[in-house]
């Protein structure tokens, strides 16, 4: 019988667990603090953000959100940024992407304060992701992962872990992630030869490729582990990059899209942003 | 017929375009300068130096070394490296490791201008390969393994590549190098629960686990390329992490050692001083 991992369940855990901490904060009259930046109007982030808030809020967190007109300029927005990053309530700071064209990423992402910077946006956290520094911020979506293996007790040392997908939110920093607790890591993407023959000699078998089902029965091997980062739409219904109905009964244990991976990344960046205040407080 | 993949054909061919790139840089009066930093005095380090000035003078860059004593503190020694940073006859800087205990690594990373870390030792280095910026500066060795590959003509892209080794100076380097030219990438390492099995699998093979001849030749498919980083000692006899005598027959090309990816990486460094030099000249 193949075991659903559910999203739902490892952030309900993890939310207990954090609230607990921020009331533990709280009784010293301390309390973490995130701002979620924002450039313009897109439906998506804006989901995303409300999402985000409430889960944060719910925690315990203070949460507030920056707007910005889509037309600011790069200089009116590193002045921001600076401020946030000067701002002692301020613990964590997410600037939500893709930004308009003149703002340059490239500029913002060594401009934010990399103690601040809990969606793993800095160079400087990226480099701790990749050395396996357990001090910096890897990006919500992978830290995630870990989390829903980490919750449901599956072992992940000595391990063949299979990626397909090399991004830099979720395939790339995942490896790194997974390779820091021993798993050997194979990682796939478009230009694999034989995708098929990789994925299924995967334990832990990862999807962030984002392309919808595109992981079929014929690529898991029987009793698989089945991570599904993808989050896609057909037809107006939300699904991930694994085909679930004909992969799950082949599946050993196996995260459902929508209530999977996805259910997890807010809570993670509370997660994040408690960290981040006490590193900060040096607690 | 087993190729060898001679390390010392790739390092002429690449002294002869850098030795013209800096003749005519030359012609405009222009000298690509690399100072090599060294605290205390360990025979290893005296041993590289010495090939890598005697490399890089003969490829027309001015060389100089910094010595200090073993007992400088962290604050004389980040005073030093500031000069050399604000020195504009310097456009590449390397720092001999290990150090004295009373320096941090830590410290001295984030303190060398990433434009003039020529060997990735900054972070922003570090997070330029891992998203396979090529603006960034590698570290010489894995970046030794891609010139050996590309003198030769070696495809990777849609290789299944196969590292073992999973170190900030070779493996996980090599792992994002080769990603970023498409290949297929697993990361092996002491956790990894079937090696041979692994191993046996890659078109090529990278060796960079620092462990005499480990690399056997039930790990390694017929005509499989295996590229040897390691450089270890027995009974006084310079070899590497590659069964040589007993792979070699087996393996479609292979570096030897010596005179294999050790040869090219002081040619790979004075390459990596020229490239920081033009950046920060904007040619």
Same mark, same amino acid.
Do not use: W
């Given at each position: 019988?193949? $075991? ?13 667990? %954090? ?48 707007? @910005? ?7 009116? @927005? !590193? ?36 103690? $601040?910077?809990?969606?793993? @946006? ?35 040392? +000595?391990?063949?872990?299979? %990626?397909?997908? =090399?991004?830099?939110?979720? +395939?790339?920093?995942? #490896?790194?992630?997974?390779?820091? =607790? ?8 478009? =230009? ?12 832990? %078998? ?26 896609? @739409? ?16 082949? #599946? ?7 209530? +999977? ?14 960290? #981040?205040?006490? !590193?900060?407080? +040096? %607690?």
């Amino acid at each position: 019988m193949t $075991k659903i991992l559910s999203g739902k369940e490892v952030a309900a855990a993890l939310k207990d667990k %954090l609230t607990a901490e921020v009331d533990e904060l709280k009784k010293q009259g301390k309390v973490p603090g995130l701002c979620i930046v924002m450039v313009g109007d897109r439906p998506d982030s804006a989901s995303y953000i409300k999402g985000a808030v409430k889960r944060c809020t719910s925690i315990g967190i203070d949460c507030q959100v920056e707007t @910005f007109p889509e037309d600011i300029s790069q200089e009116k @927005f !590193l002045e921001a940024l600076d401020r946030l990053n000067q701002d002692s309530k301020i613990n964590g700071v997410i600037i939500m992407r893709p930004l308009p064209d003149q703002i340059s990423e490239d500029a913002l992402k060594y401009a934010i304060a990399p103690e $601040k910077d809990v969606d793993c @946006f800095n160079p400087i956290n990226v480099s701790k992701v990749m050395s396996g520094d357990e001090d910096g911020f890897p990006p919500c979506t992978p830290s995630a992962v870990i989390e829903i293996l980490d919750h449901y007790g599956i072992e992940i040392k +000595g391990k063949r872990a299979v %990626l397909i997908g =090399r991004s830099m939110v979720v +395939g790339r920093p995942l #490896a790194m992630m997974l390779l820091k =607790r021993n798993a050997t890591v194979t990682i796939c993407h478009t =230009r694999t030869k034989d995708l098929a023959q990789e994925a299924k000699r995967a334990e832990i %078998l990862i999807a962030a490729a984002g392309k919808a089902k595109m992981v079929t029965k014929d690529m898991v091997n029987e009793g698989a582990i089945v991570i599904d980062v993808g989050i896609n @739409f057909e037809n107006g219904k939300m699904c991930g990059d694994v085909d679930f109905d004909n992969v799950s009964p082949i #599946a050993g244990q196996i995260t459902p899209v929508p209530g +999977g991976v996805g259910s997890v990344t807010s809570t993670v960046l509370a997660k994040h942003v408690i960290k #981040a205040f006490k !590193l900060q407080q +040096g %607690l």
